[in-house]
């Protein structure tokens, strides 16, 4: 995706002993980038949430093992890195999925070529990244064409949660690559964005996505796509996932299943788009998922930038009071209409998920 002009992934190499990433706690008012050169500094912005997006913090997670790689090759040092990395992040699957496959990778490879397998395991873990999210954006933009070619000449108005764009994967990303496809084929669309209390990834990050791009929004108040949708004003919704179960269910960012349920209640068709590296095959539903409890400031306090320019953090709630702060809710599968993966679209059921990923 472009910024400023320039075609940027949301990750990439710096020689082969380091690599770079935005820093998203700075966008949208800032644009920096940052150079991480050990698996500490990968750990620690996947933890402060410098970067985030289930399929990007698995590549971050495999350039931070490949890094560790460099320094000792010891299958010792594979293991604690690989746990260290793990740990970082509980709800979305794709991280260990990463991690996995770089163990997996390594393991059984001499100690003096794991450096260098390392670094082209990441490399392709992130290409393959970005061949999902352009697959996974083609099999989305049929299903906008046939929502557009019943409403000939008119907006096709599309609702998303969160913040499933590019800066959530490596590239295009999985719920906005329907969307830019979308909008490069000349298809009228507009988006209402959520803008996703406590973080605002919506209100941040894909505002600031979408408008780099050139694609009419809406930034909307959380509880406000109920409304939207009783007025006949979503066409359909989209959102990223986090991990999907082998049942269909799906965790997603905080307030997601409040906006399954409206569009039920709607008749709003409730897409979710994901790569493959996002289905936990061993957990049964959703009922297993780790969902991850987030500090109470991020409730209690919102970070802008005031009339003088300069980013500031204040406290908005009543001295004193605690906050609750899960950053993730499952949707049952039953309130999917289907899945758009790297492989084509399918129910929100097993049987779906099998037909597409039996191999
Ligand atoms: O806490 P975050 O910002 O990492 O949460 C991200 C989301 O919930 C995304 O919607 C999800 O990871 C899908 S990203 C393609």
Redesign the pocket.
Known sequence: MKIGGKHTRSIWTAGEDAFGILDQTRLPHEVVTLTLRDPEAAANAIVT?QT??????GAVGAYGLALAMREDPSDENLNKVHDMLAET?PT?INLRWALERMKNALLNQKREERAALAWAEAAAIADEDVAMSQAIGRNGLAIIRDIAAKKPGRTVNILT????GWL??VDY???LAPIYLAHDAGIPLHVWVDETRP?N?GASLTAFELGSHGVAHTILADNAGGHYMQAGQVDMVI????RVTANGDVA??IGTYLKALAARDNGVPFYV??PSSTIDWAIADGRDIPIEERSPDEILKMTGRDARGQVVTVEIAAPGSPAANP??DVTPARLVTGFITERGTCAATPEGLRSLFST
């Open positions: 949430m985030r997006g289930a399929p990007l913090i992040r979305a949660h969160c913040n499933a959530a994967t990303g999985t719920a973080r990834q959102v990223g996932t986090d997603n960012k788009a994901l950053g993730f």
